[in-house]
């Protein structure tokens, strides 16, 4: 009696955890969609692996009849003619050309802004201010050059011939500026990253801790004491990883240099002459239709990784700084 | 009746006072000067292209031989068809991702701080190289000729990592609560995501779609070195066919020497502003209209 019970009890048990076949066609569905959600993020792996191998195995038959050597000490880049150079520098030269120069526009500029969005603005002024911002971000690259050639450029010249005419003295020191310059390329760069450094910068002094300023007010702080002397030091790390990103952001830069700064790549740190980046040389090689087997072809490859490197070198610097502000936030 | 001597500011206090006002009229003036430049370049533009633009701007073909009469057409077409199937290409493999990312991997192995460490990486390539990369594997390895595909499959990789990071952060804003209720309910959870997750982070997905496409509308140089031309006369009507697009059209005009072609640029530049506005507006609407729901 007690054994039919339990065996009943058990039959029915079976049926109750038994999986049914439309159970079993939820669990198959589930780990095919959990394998194509993995495989659709290891793709971001594979674009990076393939980047760093196409960079590396293009660059190489270049690398095999130019020495590494030539290559990051040559003063020279022509590929005109017989006599082919590929030295870097000029190219490096003014790829830092144009990154100094927007820093200087974009560092002071951004972190100031960033101070006022996080520190002083209302709430109401916040809020239009932070999508104009957006909005200069989103302007396309091309813009930013002709606004370079057109505006920048134009008003750099009447501004030199003015201080020129009002201070003599100063004429000899005042740089000449070509209708490509390096100071409009890097002017209107700085534009560029600007917003970058002021919604990264305003991010790291919003995360400061409420009771640290609380602190130093009570202590009888000036708000400017408050922010230069407390609010910013705990920032530090956050504020140093925005400039760094718009550093990178600014070596990458390619359309708005290439045609604010020229197709000249010459050794110099005059920031009125034409200057050529690293990206502008190889939008140019790409412009004309080069073959495979070319030197010219092989040679954006070597620039390329050359600039890959550099910046991810940057980015990854400033990585350790975002992790830095991480822990001391805490 | 003057007041006593101990309640007026010492002069130190003063220094410190003036200070205090100074660092503020810097900062406010600083900001004043962000959106000025927006407004000096926006308003040079204008007055620059405005007359230029009209409707036969916008119907007629590019030219480089006559400036009064070269239109936008085909640049305008070419640009909008890479768009399109940029994002056609990138949200699929995009969202996945970021479901895989987020909703997929409980326990944060290394694998996954990997991938995401390796996103934020990426995003931080400089535009051109993904262009190199586009050039070998598209036109070299798979033949794909220098056509709209190979553009539109290089601009998607290019906006890969955006497209992850903003639908990662859609779907980190999901309530907990939502996916509980369901899994409770005993679905598994691929039909947690699909049916709860992702409909209440569909405005994200569709704000960081638009932010894309409007990269993609924007970006030139990766699009150069793929082999995107400068005059395309002729409107693509093929995945293979040569194509041009707007900014590439932009800066063929503004290396003409002729001051007539600089102001069809600043034209062509209108137009892909007021693009770019209209694709930004949609988003902002998105955003507010998903506020308003919560």
Redesign the interface.
């Known amino acids: 009696m007690a054994l039919a019970d339990l065996n009943q009890s058990l039959t029915k048990r079976a049926a109750f955890t038994q999986v049914t076949s439309q159970n079993r066609a939820?669990?198959i569905?589930?780990t095919i969609?959990?394998a194509?959600?993995?495989c659709?993020?290891?793709?971001?792996?594979i674009?990076?692996a393939?980047?760093f191998f196409?960079?590396f195995s293009?660059s190489l038959p270049f690398f095999q009849k130019v020495s590494v050597v030539e290559f990051f000490t040559g003063r020279e880049w022509t590929m005109m003619g017989a006599q082919q150079k590929f030295g870097v520098l000029p190219l490096l030269v003014g790829t830092l050309l144009i990154t100094i120069g927007s820093g200087i526009v974009s560092i002071?500029?951004g972190l100031?802004?960033g101070?006022?969005?996080s520190?002083?603005?209302p709430s109401k002024v916040r809020k239009v201010?932070k999508?104009?911002?957006?909005?200069?971000a989103?302007?396309?690259?091309?813009?930013?050059?002709?606004?370079a050639?057109?505006?920048v450029t134009p008003a750099l010249r009447g501004g030199t011939s003015w201080i020129g005419e009002i201070l003599p003295t100063l004429n000899p020191l005042l740089p000449e500026f070509r209708p490509a310059n390096a100071a409009a390329g890097a002017i209107v760069v700085g534009?560029m990253t600007?917003p970058l450094v002021?919604s990264l910068c305003e991010d790291a002094l919003t995360a400061v801790p409420k009771s640290l300023r609380e602190a130093a007010y009570g202590l009888g702080c000036?708000?400017?004491?408050v922010?230069?002397k407390i609010v910013i030091p705990s920032a530090l790390s956050g504020i140093i990883a925005s400039f760094i990103?718009a550093l990178?952001?600014a070596?990458?830069?390619?359309?708005a240099v290439?045609?604010a700064a020229g197709a000249t790549p010459q050794l110099t740190f005059n920031p009125g002459n034409e200057v050529m980046t690293m990206?502008a040389q190889?939008?140019n090689v790409?412009?004309g239709d080069v073959s495979?087997g070319d030197m010219r072809y092989q040679s954006?490859?070597a620039i390329?990784l050359t600039?890959?490197l550099i910046?991810?070198a940057l980015?990854?610097l400033a990585?350790r700084f975002v992790r830095k502000m991480g822990r001391t936030g805490s | 009746m003057s007041s006593p001597a101990f309640l007026s500011p010492s002069a130190s206090t003063i220094k410190?006072?003036r200070?205090?006002f100074?660092?503020?009229s810097?900062?406010?003036?600083?900001?004043l000067?962000?959106?000025s430049?927006?407004f000096?370049?926006v308003g040079?533009?204008v007055m620059?292209g405005m007359g230029r633009v009209s409707p036969k701007f916008i119907t007629s073909m590019p030219s480089q031989m006559f400036p009064g009469k070269a239109g936008i057409l085909s640049p305008l077409l070419g640009s909008i068809f890479v768009m399109l199937l940029t994002v056609l290409f990138v949200v699929?493999?995009?969202v996945?991702?970021a479901?895989?990312?987020e909703e997929?991997t409980a326990q944060k192995t290394r694998l996954v701080r990997?991938?995401q460490?390796?996103?934020?990486?990426?995003a931080?390539?400089?535009?051109?190289?993904?262009?190199?990369?586009g050039?070998?594997?598209f036109v070299?390895i798979m033949g794909l000729g220098k056509s709209v595909l190979t553009g539109a499959l290089t601009m998607s990789?290019l906006v890969?990592?955006m497209v992850?990071l903003v639908t990662q952060e859609a779907l980190k804003a999901v309530p907990k609560h939502y996916r509980e209720a369901s899994l409770a309910l005993g679905t598994?959870?691929?039909?947690t995501i699909r049916r709860a997750v992702l409909p209440s982070a569909l405005p994200g997905i569709l704000t960081g779609i638009i932010l894309a496409a409007?990269r993609a509308?924007?970006?030139?140089?990766p699009l150069?070195?793929v082999?995107a031309v400068?005059l395309v006369t002729f409107l693509p009507d093929s995945l293979d066919d040569r194509y041009t697009v707007l900014?590439l059209q932009?800066?063929d005009w503004?290396g003409q020497p002729r001051a007539e072609f600089?102001t069809a640029?600043?034209a062509a530049?209108l137009v892909?502003?007021a693009l770019?506005?209209i694709l930004?507006s949609a988003a902002?609407i998105i955003r507010a209209r998903a506020q308003k729901k919560v």
């Open positions: 939820r669990t569905s589930q969609v959990r194509i959600c993995f659709c993020a290891m793709f971001s792996i674009a990076t393939s980047i196409i960079l293009e002071p500029l100031f802004v101070i006022y969005l520190e002083y603005a201010l999508p104009i911002l957006e909005l200069l989103g302007v396309p690259s091309v813009v930013f050059g002709y606004f050639l057109s505006l534009f600007l002021c000036t708000k400017a004491e922010i230069a990103l990178s952001r070596v990458g830069e390619t359309m290439t045609i990206t190889i939008v790409s412009k495979r954006i490859f390329g600039l890959f910046t991810f980015n990854i990585q | 410190r006072r200070k205090n100074i660092f503020q810097i900062c406010t003036l600083a900001a000067l962000a959106v430049i927006l000096i370049l040079k533009v620059d699929p493999v995009g996945a991702a479901i895989y990312l997929f990997f991938i460490v390796n996103i934020s990486n990426l931080g390539v400089p535009s051109i190289v993904f262009g190199m990369l050039l070998t594997v070299v990789i890969l990592p992850i598994t959870q691929w039909q409007s509308i924007g970006e030139t140089a150069i070195v082999g400068g900014p932009i800066l503004i600089r640029a600043a530049i892909l502003m770019l506005i930004n902002i």
